[in-house]
């Protein structure tokens, strides 16, 4: 069975430029979150998606990043204007949410994203 | 404030030594889910264990055990006999199932240092 997948694997941009990063979540998993991991550090929380409700996009630290999730399939997030902080690891998690029981996240190997 | 806490930012063991890693939670729910999770050098994040508040029984898995207690709102992870494979960071997470939303909490880590 697949797990998540995220891609690319690498990611090195320019300062300024834009970059859109993917995550496939494993089919029939409702929910899904991106985190940030900056070198050394803990998770940081995103933004989370949940089935058709509206995401919680409370852990996105500026406007210049968005995400995006059709249905219940692949998300996408965006960061523009690429600053040398956005630099960092960024990991797609998914789980099963069912009637409420909040099962164990599952983690993709992570977009290690550069800014030069 | 931090839900979760790990005091343990490093630890050094020699291979053979039990070592224990701690976390400690934060929560007004009465229905809440506590995770682990190890980050091996390769740096994918793998799914150890999840736990529901109501569920206080420890737990042993191998060389891995799990203590869970709610009066002293711990969940603390022991490795028995430890191996140079364990050398990994460890996340401890809480999810509250009663707040809005399904956010995972994600403590700092405990990097782990298995020395042969």
């Known amino acids: 069975g697949a797990g998540v997948s995220q891609s690319p694997s690498n990611k090195v941009t320019e300062k300024g430029k834009d970059v859109e990063l993917r995550c496939d979540p494993i089919s029939g998993h409702t929910a899904l979150y991106w985190y940030r991991q900056r070198l050394g550090q803990g998770l940081e929380f995103l933004i989370y998606f949940q089935g058709n409700s509206a995401p919680d996009k409370s852990g996105l630290p500026s406007d210049r990043f968005s995400a995006e999730r059709t249905g219940e399939s692949v998300s996408t997030l965006t960061i523009q204007r690429t600053q040398q902080e956005d630099s960092a690891v960024y990991l797609c998690?998914?789980?099963?949410?069912?009637?409420?029981?909040?099962?164990?996240?599952?983690f993709g190997p992570g977009t290690r994203l550069t800014v030069t | 404030a931090q839900k979760v806490t790990q005091a343990q930012t490093e630890i050094s063991v020699v291979e053979k030594e039990d070592v224990t890693l701690d976390c400690v939670y934060e929560t007004r729910d009465t229905t809440y889910y506590l995770f682990w999770y190890k980050q091996p050098p390769s740096g994918e994040l793998v799914f150890l264990i999840r736990r529901n508040s109501f569920d206080e029984q420890n737990e042993i898995s191998g060389r891995y055990s799990w203590n869970f207690q709610k009066s002293t709102s711990s969940f603390n992870f022991t490795i028995t006999a430890s191996q140079v494979v364990d050398s990994a960071v460890y996340f401890c997470?809480?999810?509250?199932?009663?707040?809005?939303?399904?956010?995972?909490?994600f403590g700092t880590g405990t990097s782990l240092t298995v020395i042969p």
């Open positions: 997470a809480l999810s509250e199932a009663e707040s809005p939303g399904n956010q995972f909490y």
């Open positions: 998690a998914s789980s099963l949410i069912v009637a409420s029981l909040t099962y164990e996240q599952y």
